[in-house]
């Protein structure tokens, strides 16, 4: 319980949902609707107020038809038991299928996260890896609009920030895309931005350049519900390599936190982190000192 009120009172303070990605400590990686339950449990009993679903929950979900007859009953559940404990849901597909197979699976993905209430549909923008980045990047701006033009898309996509040097999805390229489409807005995975300049984010300054490039680039709106993920990881010359635990990484939580407290900024900052809540445990000591 002191551990719950600690957390909820770190998140009042800060003006940010803090939250998990995937799973919990006591299931890994949700991959079923009892899964979900259990770790949205775990979450509330941590103080926890949000959680970004993985890819593997949905695995099963192949139509549109399909998803209403025989999975549309469980995300309702979800939705019901996210809402009752206050935990926003976002879901997460980071390997989308190229064409002919992509506008299918954004469709199936946008609807799920309309019939849960989600936050976001997040994803990364690598679904067209076989051409150049400056043709991937105008398919993908086409398609997504595409989609949004087509469907009856309510939930926005939030386009990620991505790890690797060859990938669409620099900050830059994010911005981009946002700024070409509708229904769109940037996901700041801290620890993508960090590898892909081999190690670009050293000092709190460096943290606050990236919080003005996305204001240039988008508006100050930005900054009352903005999304972040955040990460330890290990990278190379050509980006990220692995994740790994915060500790254990040379990416600074604390200057984060000071951006996010000097800007004012308000959103959702979810942790990508090998033993979910029990690392956030270990978190929050550090948040309470520096958000007291």
């Known amino acids: 319980m002191l551990i719950r009120k600690k957390a909820l009172k770190i998140q009042e303070r800060l003006g940010m949902r803090i939250g998990v990605a995937y799973g919990s400590s006591n299931i890994g990686i949700v991959e079923k609707t009892e899964d979900v339950f259990t770790a949205l449990e775990d979450f509330y009993r941590a103080g926890l107020k949000a959680f970004l679903l993985p890819q593997q929950l949905f695995k099963d979900i192949n139509d549109l038809s399909e998803l209403y007859k025989e999975h549309y009953t469980n995300l309702i559940r979800i939705k019901m038991l996210a809402s009752k404990y206050n935990i926003e849901l976002a879901i997460h597909n980071n390997s989308l299928p190229e064409e002919p197979f992509l506008g299918d699976a954004l469709k199936i993905y946008s609807t799920i996260a309309n019939v849960m209430d ?23 701006v086409y398609k997504l ?28 390229e994010v911005l981009d895309i946002v700024d070409r489409t509708r229904m769109t807005e940037p996901v700041i995975n801290w620890a993508h931005v960090h590898a892909r300049g081999s190690g670009a984010l050293r000092t709190e ?5 990236v919080v003005d490039i996305v204001k240039g680039g988008i508006g100050t709106g930005w900054l009352n519900n903005a999304y972040f993920i955040f990460s330890g990881i ?9 994740h790994r635990r915060i500790i254990d990484t040379d990416l600074k939580l604390e200057y984060l936190i000071r951006t996010i407290m000097a800007y004012n900024i308000k959103g959702t900052l979810i942790f990508e982190t090998l033993n979910r809540e029990k690392d956030i445990v270990e978190i ?9």
């Open 118 to 140: 989600c936050r976001l549909f997040v994803l990364h923008p690598t679904f067209y890896k076989m051409m150049p980045k400056d043709q991937a990047l105008k398919l993908v």
């Open 145 to 172: 609009n595409e989609i949004v033009s087509e469907g009856d898309v309510r939930v926005k996509f939030g386009i990620e920030t991505t790890g690797r040097v060859n990938e669409v999805g620099s900050l830059e």
């Open 205 to 209: 300054k460096d943290f606050m350049q």
């Open 234 to 242: 290990i990278y190379g010359p050509s980006g990220e390599i692995e």
């Open 284 to 292: 929050l000591d550090l948040l309470a000192d520096l958000v007291r």
